[in-house]
């Protein structure tokens, strides 16, 4: 099973930018995952941001991170990112990677039917 270690969290003001990082080892070959970002802030539930495909060339976002949140992978180095831009005090979380070997359409991996493995997270701290 592939294993998950985000790092990049921080406590930031209001405004600020951060680029968070998710590097796998162990399971099947990087790029054979598709690879998702969640987060979950006090007391919610963990929210889908967004996925990349096997290859880089495709992405999804969901309403909330779509324009301020960037996601890519570099898989020579067995990495995924997500650049969060303009961050608000709601942005506040826990970030969570993902590894996902089955979903097909990236919209799905927010289903999370197919989650092979999660991060222990990173936690991202937004003051006004």
């Known amino acids: 099973q592939v294993q998950l270690v985000e790092s990049g969290g921080a406590s930031v003001q209001t405004g600020a930018s951060l680029r968070l990082s998710c590097v796998a080892s162990?399971?099947?070959?990087?790029?054979?995952?598709?690879m998702g970002w969640f987060r979950q802030a006090p007391g919610k539930e963990r929210e889908f941001l967004a996925a990349?495909?096997?290859?880089?060339?495709?992405?999804y976002y969901v309403d909330s991170a779509r324009g301020r949140f960037t996601i890519w992978r570099d898989n020579d180095r067995n990495t995924v990112y997500l650049q969060l831009s303009t961050l608000t005090p709601e942005d506040t979380a826990v970030y969570y990677c993902?590894?996902?070997?089955?979903?097909?359409?990236?919209?799905?991996?927010?289903?999370?039917?197919?989650?092979?493995?999660w991060g222990q997270g990173t936690l991202v701290t937004v003051s006004s």
């Open positions: 993902a590894a996902d070997p089955r979903s097909r359409n990236l919209m799905g991996v927010g289903e999370m039917r197919y989650i092979e493995a």
């Open positions: 990349i495909n096997w290859g880089g060339g495709s992405t």
């Open positions: 162990g399971g099947r070959t990087f790029r054979n995952y598709v």
